[in-house]
């Protein structure tokens, strides 16, 4: 049997996608400096509608989180009144989309909040802030337990007012070096308490916010990505496979929407995974719905499906250049190429 991705799939109950094909969550810039979404990116959204599902760029969950220049929030009425906008643009177009709720931990930067850098431990990352390159990231603060319980508390506010903002759901942003995944990495979590030096300990947090969202909006609406491979401001470390393999079968019985493999390039293989690919591992480890995402062409995704390497398919770059990506699998047509100079165009 050959998959279709085009077809029809029930990701739960309560939510059916129009095909296996989501739009990957890209990091725009676009909020204004109140980390309001602007008329820009109602127009951007709505353009790829015809995507399964849409996962919108990470998406601050509180002022502490940020870590770039323009990135838009999910904590005031006017932030939740202009995804309000993006969703009603996408779901007038027959769309569904999800909020990916993020905190960049110690990739963030007092410039944007004027407070303490919040992380796992006092261990900061060498470099500067993207696209403003003249700050230098700082020395974080450990958070407190009180701390922790805030960030939690605060995830599941977020989700709340994801909903209120017209979102079908939140996808939490666990992966990629930011704070959820650096409390599940040695490297930066080198707590002694109840939240590190064990894998149980270090998927605490994790499965705290998992829990405190499903408790807030359900766990039909609330979906994860991990990175258990990619190691972006992160240093690997033999022990870190000990916490994947704790914290997956845990969040098998939560019955997420999905998990979200987040690591780009499938085709890497990471001796701290046993020698295997991101999307392999976390398909070994969790028999729930799993999205991938790579270079893949429609074709290899379709046999990737059949071959039970993932569920769904997340697609990227090649969805900026092609807003109509959707139309031009199912009629055979060629896809633009992708470069950076098309995207200014493009948004």
């Given at each position: 049997?050959?998959?279709?991705?085009?077809?029809?799939?029930?990701?739960?109950?309560?939510?059916?996608?129009?095909?296996?094909?989501?739009?990957?969550?890209?990091?725009?810039?676009?909020?204004?400096?109140?980390?309001?979404?602007?008329?820009?990116?109602?127009?951007?959204?709505?353009?790829?509608?015809?995507?399964?599902?849409?996962?919108?760029?990470?998406?601050?969950?509180?002022?502490?989180?940020?870590?770039?220049?323009?990135?838009?929030?999910?904590?005031?009425?006017?932030?939740?009144?202009?995804?309000?906008k993006?969703?009603?643009?996408?779901?007038?177009?027959?769309?569904?989309?999800?909020?990916?709720?993020?905190?960049v931990?110690?990739?963030?930067?007092?410039?944007?909040?004027?407070?303490?850098?919040?992380?796992?431990?006092a261990?900061?990352?060498?470099?500067?802030?993207?696209?403003?390159?003249?700050?230098?990231?700082?020395?974080?603060?450990?958070?407190?337990?009180?701390?922790?319980?805030?960030?939690?508390?605060?995830?599941a506010?977020?989700?709340?007012?994801?909903?209120e903002?017209?979102?079908?759901?939140?996808e939490?942003?666990?992966?990629?070096?930011?704070?959820?995944?650096?409390?599940?990495?040695?490297?930066a979590?080198?707590r002694?308490?109840?939240?590190?030096?064990?894998?149980?300990?270090?998927?605490?947090?994790?499965?705290?916010?998992?829990?405190?969202?499903?408790?807030?909006?359900?766990?039909?609406?609330?979906?994860?990505?991990?990175?258990?491979?990619?190691?972006?401001?992160?240093?690997?470390?033999?022990?870190d496979?000990?916490?994947?393999?704790?914290?997956?079968?845990?969040?098998?019985?939560?019955?997420?929407?999905?998990?979200?493999?987040?690591?780009?390039?499938?085709?890497?293989?990471?001796?701290?995974?046993g020698?295997?690919?991101?999307?392999?591992?976390?398909?070994?480890?969790?028999?729930?719905?799993?999205?991938?995402?790579?270079?893949?062409?429609?074709?290899?995704?379709?046999?990737?499906?059949?071959?039970?390497?993932?569920?769904?398919?997340?697609?990227?770059?090649?969805?900026?250049?092609n807003?109509?990506?959707?139309?031009?699998?199912?009629?055979?047509?060629?896809?633009?190429?992708?470069?950076?100079?098309?995207?200014?165009?493009?948004?």
């Open positions: 049997m050959t998959t279709d991705l085009l077809s029809p799939f029930k990701l739960n109950d309560s939510i059916e996608l129009q095909n296996r094909v989501l739009m990957a969550p890209l990091t725009r810039c676009m909020s204004d400096d109140n980390q309001v979404p602007t008329q820009a990116m109602v127009d951007y959204y709505a353009r790829l509608a015809d995507a399964g599902l849409i996962i919108s760029e990470a998406t601050i969950i509180r002022p502490d989180a940020q870590g770039y220049p323009n990135t838009p929030g999910l904590f005031t009425s006017e932030q939740i009144q202009g995804w309000k993006v969703t009603d643009a996408v779901h007038a177009k027959g769309g569904k989309m999800f909020a990916q709720l993020w905190h931990g110690r990739v963030a930067h007092p410039h944007f909040f004027g407070g303490d850098v919040l992380a796992p431990s261990i900061g990352i060498e470099g500067s802030v993207p696209r403003m390159r003249e700050l230098t990231y700082v020395t974080p603060k450990a958070a407190t337990i009180e701390d922790i319980q805030g960030l939690i508390a605060d995830y506010k977020a989700a709340e007012n994801a909903i903002a017209g979102f079908d759901g939140v939490i942003h666990g992966a990629n070096g930011y704070l959820i995944d650096q409390f599940l990495h040695f490297a979590n080198q002694k308490d109840q939240y590190g030096q064990t894998p149980e300990n270090m998927s605490r947090f994790a499965l705290e916010v998992v829990d405190a969202v499903v408790a807030a909006i359900g766990a039909n609406k609330t979906a994860l990505r991990l990175s258990p491979g990619a190691y972006f401001n992160m240093t690997e470390s033999d022990g496979k000990a916490v994947f393999d704790y914290l997956l079968p845990a969040l098998e019985t939560r019955n997420l929407a999905y998990l979200h493999v987040g690591i780009f390039d499938d085709s890497m293989r990471f001796a701290s995974l020698d295997k690919s991101a999307s392999e591992y976390m398909r070994g480890a969790y028999k729930g719905t799993l999205v991938g995402v790579g270079s893949y062409s429609s074709e290899s995704a379709n046999q990737a499906i059949d071959n039970n390497q993932f569920d769904l398919i997340a697609i990227g770059r090649p969805f900026i250049a807003p109509d990506y959707i139309s031009k699998v199912k009629h055979g047509e060629a896809l633009t190429p992708y470069s950076d100079e098309m995207l200014a165009e493009l948004i």
